[in-house]
């Protein structure tokens, strides 16, 4: 009987302890298992919390206004400038450029023509003129009455004087003037009209070899160039100066006006 006593008693005493064993076993693996659950559930809060922050952090970024740009990228980059404008501008400049140089060369080719800048001329009727050459008057001024043209055998109104000369002799100028104008008239061949001030113009005919250009200041006494062959208006007469005074328009009688 004690035998049996003990031998129960023995096998009780292990399977407590293997009873007990199986609780430390299943609380360890309970501990375990609920540890690992507070991980999940502290990794899943952390993510969510993270994914807030990203989307809040997104939504700041989006209420930021497109068009501001940074400041140090405002101050580094240089504006763009319009290659097209920029090259009409130069154009331009360079066309403003061009027509100041050719008004300043005009200028100074008149000067150069002229001998000197723009003057007010005057004529003074009591001054009078210079002869233009020397010779005989051989057809007189004459608008009150007709007078025999021997070339033309005919008798005409006589606007000028018509002085005798010959080929290569000096003619001058009979008061201080402006060349007005040169021309080849059929009747009075190479003809300057001189312009004197006060609506006086001195008119010259039959000349050839002029010292003066059209625009040229002439002083009285100046050469303007020299007796050429006469038309065949005046064949018969000769050689000769055609000289005519006009005032307003009108022919006058030079010889009144000559000292």
């Not at 070899?209 to 007469?237: C, M, Q, R």
Request: contains cysteine.
């Amino acid at each position: 009987m004690d035998m049996k006593k003990k031998g129960c008693a023995g096998f009780l005493r292990r399977k407590q302890y293997v009873i007990a064993g199986a609780l430390v076993v299943i609380a360890a693996i309970g501990t375990t298992v609920l540890y690992s659950n507070n991980q999940e559930k502290e990794r899943q809060q952390m993510e969510a919390e993270f994914a807030e922050e990203m989307q809040e952090g997104k939504e700041e970024v989006a209420e930021v206004p497109e068009t501001e740009e940074p400041l140090e990228a405002s101050v580094v980059i240089p504006p763009k400038t319009n290659s097209v404008e920029k090259t009409s501008e130069t154009e331009e400049i360079a066309e403003v450029e061009e027509t100041v140089k050719a008004k300043d060369s005009t200028e100074t080719e008149t000067i150069k023509k002229t001998g000197s800048t723009a003057e007010t001329l005057h004529f003074s009727p009591e001054q009078g003129l210079t002869w233009p050459m020397e010779g005989d008057v051989i057809m007189n001024y004459s608008m009150d009455s007709t007078v025999y043209f021997a070339t033309l055998d005919q008798y005409k109104y006589n606007p000028a004087i018509v002085i005798a000369g010959e080929v290569n002799d000096k003619v001058y100028s009979v008061a201080k003037g402006q060349i007005q104008s040169i021309e080849n008239n059929e009747v009075t061949g190479c003809t300057v009209t001189v312009d004197l001030g006060d609506g006086y113009q001195g008119v010259y005919g039959q000349l050839k070899e002029l010292n003066f250009k059209v625009g040229d200041y002439v002083e009285a006494g100046h050469v303007l160039g020299y007796i050429g062959e006469p038309t065949k208006y005046y064949s018969v007469e000769g050689s000769n100066l055609y000289f005519e005074l006009l005032k307003d328009g009108v022919p006058v009688d030079p010889v009144e006006y000559f000292q």
